[in-house]
């Protein structure tokens, strides 16, 4: 097999070989380049020590000296495609793991084959250079093949050394579309509370990936194993509720992951849909007639929701994000609401979330059983032809679009301070409900009689 390297991989390891050393491009970008994928990084290791890597190149960083990693920067006239940085590490084998994350200390090897048996699944176990070819020492190939996620060796050892590649192993299995080899979905149920060691920061990494690729529904794998259990407790009591109600035909769980597979994978996105329904457990009510019903879940759940972001470390910007799409995504169940207050769901929602918000209401309407799918879909689409009114229109819809600000009140005698603040909320609101007083002169008159 023929992989072709980019410029810059090609210069590094034509150098190491030069210089006596041997060097291999490893892991995912070999596992992708078989797999007819593009890859975006391109690791090398390499039989040179640290040191010698950086005697060997002009531009050097010290990326991780103490595991044996150096990055090559290669000149611009060898980037292909922008790449021109490069980890070139040492071959190594890892000492004991005592917290489940990380080796106490690395030993250098002089073999290939040791670095590659430390590796964690057998797909990215692979090296390759234009001298030997492909070289694969633990199947990975055929598990490409055969659509297969396997750990390198005991899976019992690989789980222990790093908890992560639990959720890696789930993550890798969404993300290619293949199964999980039978002894080692054994190992990940068993280790499955090893999580717990694991920072949050690395398992968002992990869950976004899994939740952002082409099959989000390999969550379910996740909770099956008992993954979700331990980062994500609230998705296990949704895939646990029952939903008895004549609009949906699935579980809260179950509705939630067919909404992901109908949303773009957009990271607030697809946690929008993973959370929209999160509060759903704990507002049930179950009515004289057996019907389930869920009032004010969508409240509730973005209070919720913003815990859950929080607790995983994400960025304040995705939390408000996902939290108001949370809270409106049941907008305009039951019946047509009025252009007042679609006008005023446009001033909460924010009109640059609104594409989102249609895209949550989708997503959400094919998760749900047929039942009035056609009223369903009329109130959306009518909801969709009142807010191209009202922005055509050009209706005011934030402070900053009130025909006075601030200034002009001062002008008019109102206060600086809390006064002021009122009287322009004031104001807003009777714009909302009547959009032609938003004139100079009729605000003017009205702060007059204010």
Request: contains cysteine.
């Amino acid at each position: 097999m023929r992989i072709e390297l980019p410029k810059g991989a090609k210069f590094i390891l034509d150098s190491l070989k030069a210089a006596g050393f041997t060097g291999y491009v490893v892991g995912g970008c070999v596992r992708d380049a078989c797999l007819g994928i593009e890859p975006h990084d391109w690791d090398i290791t390499t039989s040179a020590r640290p040191e010698q890597v950086k005697a060997i190149f002009k531009k050097t960083i010290d990326t991780g000296l103490k595991h044996g990693t150096v990055t090559v920067l290669t000149d611009r006239n060898l980037s292909t495609d922008g790449i021109n940085a490069f980890e070139v590490t040492t071959y190594r084998v890892d000492g004991e793991y005592e917290d489940h994350r990380r080796p106490a200390q690395v030993t250098f090897a002089d073999r290939l084959e040791d670095d590659l048996s430390r590796r964690d699944f057998t797909i990215n176990a692979m090296a390759y250079n234009e001298t030997e070819g492909l070289v694969d020492c633990f199947g990975g190939q055929e598990d490409l093949s055969n659509k297969l996620v396997r750990c390198v060796g005991n899976p019992d050892e690989r789980f222990s050394e790093d908890a992560l590649r639990i959720l890696r192993a789930v993550r890798f299995a969404a993300k290619l579309g293949f199964e999980i080899d039978e002894s080692t979905v054994k190992s990940i149920r068993s280790h499955a509370e090893e999580l717990k060691f694991i920072s949050a920061e690395r398992i968002r990494e992990e869950l976004t990936k899994l939740l952002c690729s082409p099959h989000p529904e390999m969550i379910r794998n996740a909770y099956e194993y008992g993954l979700t259990k331990v980062f994500l407790p609230e998705f296990d009591r949704c895939m646990e509720t029952a939903q008895n109600n004549p609009y949906h035909m699935y579980s809260v769980g179950e509705h939630t992951i067919k909404v992901m597979e109908h949303i773009p994978p957009e990271v607030h996105l697809r946690y929008t849909a993973l959370l929209h329904d999160i509060d759903k457990p704990k507002v049930k009510t179950t009515d004289k007639n057996g019907i389930d019903h869920f009032y004010d879940h969508a409240r509730y759940g973005a209070e919720t929701a913003g815990r859950i972001l929080k607790r995983l470390k994400f960025d304040n910007d995705t939390i408000k994000r996902v939290k108001r799409l949370v809270k409106w995504h049941d907008f305009g169940v039951g019946s047509l609401p009025k252009e007042q207050t679609m006008r005023g769901f446009l001033a909460e929602l924010g009109p640059e979330n609104y594409e989102d918000f249609i895209a949550i209401k989708r997503a959400d309407m094919a998760g749900q059983s047929d039942y009035r799918a056609e009223e369903k879909q009329a109130v959306l689409e009518s909801i969709m032809k009142m807010h191209d009114d009202i922005m055509s229109r050009g209706d005011c819809l934030s402070l900053k679009e009130l025909a006075l600000g601030g200034d002009d009140l001062k002008k008019l005698g109102i206060p600086e301070g809390k006064k002021l603040g009122e009287t322009l909320n004031k104001l807003f609101v009777m714009v909302l409900a009547d959009p032609s007083l938003n004139t100079r002169e009729k605000l003017t008159e009205i702060v007059g009689r204010l």
